[in-house]
């Protein structure tokens, strides 16, 4: 797999507050560079991107696009492509099934996987490496398959795996979307049209992003779907862990009856109307406590105004949100971001409950 213009636009415009100017970079595989020069020079011209202007009058002149070039042409000091062997024109030759040599470890400012992790055979120590690769503070960019490439490699990858991996392990998820693919000409071999999902990270549980996906392919006739990550390394180098998916690891760690007396005792409000609000609704309708629920909230607006099994569903607004006193966070993927959103709208901390404060005592 290669990089298209749009893809190359969503780097940059991720990259901007770290800058590139003198920073290095390594490709997982030689990319290919499928653009137009002159409308993508004219889009990052409009986007106020600087570049070199005698390097993009080079590779203008070129039969085909050389990526590293392309990259030096924005501003880095140093491309690298690593690969396992020669045949494309790699500089490090390394294969990503392989433990990572300490030459490479946090060896870049930027890492970028545009189409190489589906088709290592052992995954989890090709993510090991390329994440081992990245400086602290530096950048991971993901390009992978999602749906509609059977056949091209040996996985598809699905949000979650992304999200997890990167939340055990020290990084900030800064982006994750669905670019969706609608070839305009010979199947699989383009031209297309692209267009992203929204920010899957606001999307809190599987029930939302289901419902997103399914409004999406109504209106949308996408051949392929490709799930762009880009993650932050946050701090420095740890013991890799691998993790169990999160949404049903985490439901099965919750004491949901503590949470649901407690609930019955003082009476609260919910934020999320998802699966693991399910879960809390059934303890606290077999301890008939379900009339201590005041409201339950969702940050999807199209589910304002609906009800979810007997309770009406609330915007979170800061006016809504101080009246109601408690609110329990139901979701544990979330919930930093969620009690980030509470207290900036005024809710007090001492009112806002999480769920991770119910586990079960042997896996505190």
């Not at 545009?114 to 090991?128: K, P, W």
């Not at 899957?200 to 992003?209: G, H, M």
């Not at 880009?230 to 439901?251: D, H, S």
């Not at 940050?299 to 607004?317: D, E, F, Q, W």
Request: net charge negative; glycine share 8%; charged share 25%.
């Amino acid at each position: 797999m290669g990089l298209l213009a749009s893809e190359i636009v969503q780097f940059l415009q991720i990259a901007e507050k770290r800058g590139i100017e003198g920073k290095t970079l390594a490709m997982m595989g030689k990319q290919h560079i499928s653009l137009g020069m002159d409308p993508f020079l004219s889009i990052i011209r409009e986007m106020g991107y600087p570049y070199d202007r005698a390097l993009a009058d080079q590779i203008s002149s070129q039969k085909e696009i050389d990526s590293c070039d392309f990259f030096k042409m924005l501003g880095f000091e140093e491309v690298h492509a690593v690969d396992y062997s020669e045949y494309e024109g790699a500089d490090i030759i390394f294969d990503l099934n392989d433990p990572l040599p300490d030459s490479l470890k946090g060896a870049f400012d930027y890492v970028i996987n545009g189409g190489t992790l589906e088709h290592v055979f052992d995954i989890a120590r090709a993510m090991e490496n390329m994440s081992g690769m990245v400086k602290d503070g530096g950048l991971i960019m993901h390009l992978s398959p999602s749906d509609g490439w059977i056949n091209h490699g040996f996985y598809s990858i699905s949000p979650t795996f992304f999200q997890d991996y990167y939340r055990a392990n020290g990084f900030l998820v800064k982006l994750i979307e669905f670019e969706y693919l609608i070839c305009q000409g010979r199947k699989n071999e383009g031209p297309y049209v692209t267009f992203f999902s929204e920010d899957l990270r606001l999307l809190r549980t599987p029930e939302q992003l289901d419902s997103y996906l399914a409004s999406l392919k109504a209106v949308k006739d996408a051949d392929q779907m490709l799930l762009l990550c880009f993650a932050e390394k946050a701090g420095a180098e740890k013991p890799v862990k691998y993790p169990n998916q999160g949404v049903y690891q985490e439901m099965k760690r919750i004491d949901f009856k503590k949470a649901a007396g407690e609930i019955k005792r003082s009476g609260a409000a919910l934020y999320g109307c998802g699966s693991i609000c399910d879960q809390l609704l059934d303890e606290l309708y077999r301890i008939d406590g379900e009339r201590a629920v005041k409201n339950i909230f969702d940050g999807n607006i199209r589910k304002a105004g609906m009800s979810h099994r007997g309770h009406t569903v609330l915007y979170p607004t800061a006016e809504k949100l101080r009246a109601c006193g408690d609110i329990y966070i139901c979701s544990t993927t979330y919930e930093h971001e969620i009690e980030k959103e509470l207290l900036e709208k005024g809710v007090s901390s001492q009112s806002i409950k999480k769920l991770s404060g119910f586990l079960w005592k042997d896996q505190r």
